[in-house]
């Protein structure tokens, strides 16, 4: 914590928590408004400029720091430009738009290859060159190769609406009609040719070279781009125009072309001819057109004519007749519909209903059917949540039809949609086909899960609007259950909420009424009700980790807590408002509720209080909550489009920013890494990183306007251009400015501790080196030889000598020397001990020789040898420690003097508070190893003087870390780890 988190924060926390070693008030506050006054000089001298923003005045910008910076967005398959078929030399590909991005499918299995990086202009159109992309973003081409920008096209001056390949050249038109040729693969331009009137639709007929056909209102025009002449306008075919013009298609014959109308009617002319063949009718606008190939393997000549209905309408050209219609994206209009070459395969994409399809014709059937289908939620998701421990898949609730889906953050290709099959029979005979927009469900209201069931059956359930019933999901099968429906007594009254155990059993399922039932996972029939405590619609229910209790909110004020198994009242809480918005932490018990004047509270349900009230937090009505992984934070978000991080120990408003959108739904990671938000107007999810995890966050102060932030992007945001530009971190004037203040506010809390006497400072250690002092002697039983080394066998008679010798006499001399057993010759001992020599004494006895009566004049004050001491015990292992400060307690008590100097040692290092952990460890090895020493006479006094020094500091200690330990057991009912491995110090303190 120390090491992350800035001196003001530090001091903040020292006196508001009361977290640490405590000193007298007076000093605390001095500390404080000292550090206080520094940052209000810093903040006043730095410059401020307001953020031009349309309609907020608020958002202003100041040294804020955003904890949840804008990551990427997930769940958009495509927009409504459609897509477009390339081949390149490995496999098919479809390319489709997704705003301000492009992502590739591969054809076979519909997996995403490649998402390209964001662009700073929506695409307005596509183009296909080989192995290039092309895209039209404003006024500008992007030539890309895969995901790589090679080049720029910039010629036009208004908004490029169409781009069309033909050859080794490209056209491209824009919003005024200017018509531009560039060069194939240069990308020079060529020439450009001003259109009369406004044109909107280009194609260019097979083999008309250098012609092109271009359409505008009831206009068509052949045109020829190298002269730059109109050839011909076609008056007889345009008489049978009834609107304007909104697709041209060629046929699999040449001069034939199909031409879809904005009334929906469909011509098919002969343009060599300049006559009408015949005409098709549909009910609503034409969006696209596509003949089928002779050589794709379907029995009939069809034409596919795609509506703005949502149908996908397929006619016979040789009986001149509907063959059939298509009703699979949801009734959303579909963009476009196209026949792939040389397969029986029918493709089609909707913006709308956010989805690509693949139909396959097979021999027999009229109707194709769905092969594969990559879907996406096709409303903004009303209910978002985290399904396992690991923080890779959300689950999501959207659309009028409750279409529930699996959205894996890892990788594209798990996206799931769950099957409606199980409710589909009987209502729907062609649901192969994909017909089944209208399900049945209404939209849901709350879902709930227990991913450890998953295995073992429907383990997800949903409550929907204006409905008495609630929905089974199994998570494995990706599918509804058959039996789905829990009947209540009164039908007349909805479910609101639901909640499941954390054992995966039971769910609990509120009502309007205020009614609250119990039914099993499993078996999906009921358990029984709970005693009546509520009068009005229920809006939160949290049940703890053991399932014993279970605290419920309501729309009539009231907080109830339940016992869980007897399903009776326990006590309640009598709020003056009732509670809208409820989120419950079962990991360390506490709750938090919003009211309808959009204020927020938090509940501990272990002591039955409110423990923090955050008075009015937002401006407008709360929309959503949640709690950190770690349930130190709350997370609230609003209609006004804010989003506010409230600290729950320091108990004020830590960050608060400001969207482009409100938040409908959001979610925060269990790995604490990112939080997932739906939007208004927005199908995408929209995930933000928690930066606090990878960067140092200082929170100065409580913000006082909000920071305006821009939305995750679909695609790459950022580009890397080398390996060397990855791991290169930029450093800019602002992080030095934050560096250098940093540095001056430690400094001076620094100075402050100095000062200080009563504080007692920790080692910058890490504490698994003092914990293995105390565990010295486990280790090295573990760490023994299970059994003695053996010994090497004799070499084997046929091995020669390094130099290949083969002479008898040097072989004999070879194995003597391999097996010195064979000779009486005197064996060399690896190690020579002399019996005269004395070894050197080790740097601990050299230092301590200096600190003695007769060494003092001659060598440097005693307070600097101590701190090398203690810098030469802090920088060595606990082993060698041990080995040093047992060597004091000799048998002929050479070095008496030395321990009588070490225990001196000891005192001086207590009394100085400084590397607290790490000195006790090194006590500890010291009266373990040494106990000749203190039992002496003439170091009694000296180990008087070590236990005086050794209670008034533990005395300190012992009560700020009781204060402190149940004040968190007070808030938050969770013992931390710390703590736990602070209690076993104590443990061997005390009985030391």
């Not at 609730?397 to 889906?405: A, P």
């Amino acid at each position: 914590f120390f090491k992350q988190k800035t001196a003001y924060e530090i001091a903040q926390r020292l006196v508001g928590s009361e977290m640490c070693i405590r000193d007298s008030p007076r000093k605390r506050s001095r500390v404080v408004e000292e550090l206080r006054e520094y940052y209000e000089k810093v903040e006043e001298s730095e410059e401020s400029a307001d953020i031009s923003v349309q309609g907020d005045s608020k958002a202003k910008k100041h040294d804020q720091t955003p904890i949840f910076k804008a990551f990427r967005a997930v769940g958009l398959i495509c927009d409504d430009l459609g897509f477009v078929y390339h081949r390149n030399i490995q496999e098919k590909q479809m390319t489709v738009s997704i705003g301000h991005a492009f992502q590739t499918y591969s054809f076979d299995k519909l997996r995403l290859i490649y998402v390209s990086p964001h662009i700073s202009s929506k695409i307005s159109c596509l183009a296909i060159y080989k192995d290039f992309i092309f895209t039209a973003c404003g006024n500008d081409i992007y030539m890309w190769h895969k995901t790589h920008n090679k080049m720029t096209l910039s010629h036009h001056k208004n908004t490029v609406i169409q781009v069309l390949v033909i050859g080794e050249t490209l056209l491209s038109m824009d919003s005024q009609g200017l018509l531009v040729s560039w060069s194939l693969p240069e990308g020079k331009m060529e020439s450009f040719l001003q259109m009369p009137g406004r044109k909107s639709v280009l194609m260019h007929p097979p083999t008309y070279l250098f012609k092109v056909i271009i359409a505008g209102g009831k206009d068509l025009e052949l045109w020829n781009t190298k002269t730059g002449k109109l050839i011909f306008d076609f008056p007889i075919i345009k008489q049978s125009f009834d609107s304007s013009v909104k697709v041209i298609e060629e046929s699999v014959v040449i001069d034939i072309l199909g031409i879809g109308l904005e009334s929906g009617r469909i011509i098919i002319c002969n343009i060599k001819t300049d006559s009408v063949l015949y005409i098709y009718e549909a009910k609503s606008q034409i969006t696209s057109l596509s003949f089928s190939h002779s050589e794709s393997g379907i029995e009939y000549s069809l034409l596919a004519g795609s509506t703005i209905d949502g149908d996908i309408i397929l006619w016979d050209l040789n009986d001149k007749k509907i063959h059939t219609s298509l009703k699979g994206h949801h009734g959303k209009p579909v963009n476009k519909a196209m026949f792939a070459p040389g397969e029986p395969i029918l493709l089609s994409s909707s913006g709308d209903d956010n989805s690509l399809k693949m139909w396959i014709f097979e021999k027999g059937q009229i109707k194709p059917r769905v092969l594969r289908s990559r879907e996406g939620a096709d409303k903004p998701a009303t209910y978002l949540k985290y399904y396992g421990e690991d923080g890779k898949n959300l689950l999501a609730t959207c659309g009028e039809n409750t279409i529930l889906q699996s959205i894996s953050l890892i990788n594209d290709h798990p996206h799931a949609s769950f099957s409606y099959n199980a409710i589909l029979k009987g209502k729907l005979k062609e649901r192969n086909a994909g017909e089944f927009h209208d399900l049945g469900l209404p939209p849901a209201k709350c879902l709930a899960f227990n991913q450890y069931r998953e295995y073992d059956w429907s383990n997800i359930i949903t409550c929907h609007k204006n409905s008495s019933e609630c929905k089974l999901w199994s998570y494995e099968r990706k599918a509804i259950q058959n039996t789905v429906t829990l009947e209540l007594h009164e039908k007349e009254h909805h479910a609101t909420i639901v909640q499941v155990t954390n054992c995966g059993n039971f769910a609990v399922i509120g009502y309007a009424n205020g009614l609250l039932c119990k039914m099993n996972m499993q078996s999906g029939l009921h358990r029984g009700c709970f005693e009546k405590g509520h009068t009005s619609e229920i809006s939160g229910i949290g049940i703890d980790s053991t399932n014993k209790s279970m605290v419920t909110t309501a729309m009539d004020g009231r907080i109830v807590f339940w016992d869980f198994y007897s399903c009776a009242l326990s006590s309640t809480i009598n709020t003056e408002h009732g509670v809208e918005l409820f989120a419950y932490n079962s990991l360390n018990g506490l709750a938090c509720y919003t009211n309808g004047l959009s204020e927020l509270f938090v509940l501990d349900s272990k002591t039955k209080k409110i423990v923090r009230s955050f008075g009015v937090a937002h401006e407008s009505r709360i929309t959503s909550l949640c709690f950190s992984n770690d349930g130190k934070w709350v997370i609230s978000a609003a209609a006004d489009r804010s989003l506010k991080v409230f600290d729950i120990m320091l108990g004020i408003l830590i960050n608060w920013i400001l969207l482009p959108k409100a938040i409908i739904s959001m979610d925060y990671s269990p790995t604490g890494d990112c939080l997932a938000t739906s939007l208004v107007d927005s199908k995408g999810v929209y995930l933000w990183t928690n930066m606090s995890l990878y960067t140092h966050l200082p929170l100065n102060s409580t913000p006082t306007a909000p920071l305006l932030v821009d939305l995750p992007q679909f695609g790459e945001v950022s580009q890397i251009k080398s390996r060397r530009a990855f791991y290169q971190k930029a450093s800019t004037q602002e992080s030095k400015k934050e560096l250098e203040k940093e540095e001056n506010v430690s400094s001076l809390l620094r100075q402050f501790n100095a000062e200080d006497s009563k504080l007692i400072e920790f080692s910058k250690e890490p504490f698994t080196k003092w914990q293995m002092i105390y565990n010295i002697d486990n280790i090295k039983e573990k760490n023994k030889p299970i059994a003695p080394p053996e010994e090497l066998p004799p070499a084997p008679f046929f091995l020669f000598d390094v130099a290949g010798n083969t002479n008898p006499d040097t072989l004999e001399k070879t194995n003597l020397l391999l097996d010195p057993a064979k000779t009486n010759a005197p064996q060399v001992k690896k190690i020579i001990k002399k019996k005269d020599q004395v070894p050197e004494p080790n740097k601990l006895i050299a230092l301590l020789k200096e600190v003695t009566e007769e060494n003092q004049e001659k060598g440097r004050a005693k307070e600097d040898v101590y701190q090398a001491i203690a810098l030469h015990l802090n920088s060595i292992s606990g082993s060698r420690a041990e080995l040093d400060l047992a060597e004091l307690n000799s048998l002929t008590m050479e070095y008496q003097k030395e321990a009588a100097a070490c225990i001196d040692y000891f005192i001086y290092i207590l009394n100085s508070k400084k590397n607290y952990e790490l000195s006790q460890a090194h006590l500890h090895l010291f009266l373990k190893n040494c106990p000749d020493v203190l039992q002496s006479a003439e170091n009694a006094p000296k180990y008087q003087a070590l236990m005086e020094a050794q209670k008034a500091t533990w005395k300190t200690l012992e009560a700020d870390l009781l204060s402190s330990m149940f004040l968190i057991n007070f808030l938050s009912g969770v013992q931390l780890s710390q703590f736990i491995s602070t209690l076993s110090l104590i443990h061997i303190l005390r009985c030391r």
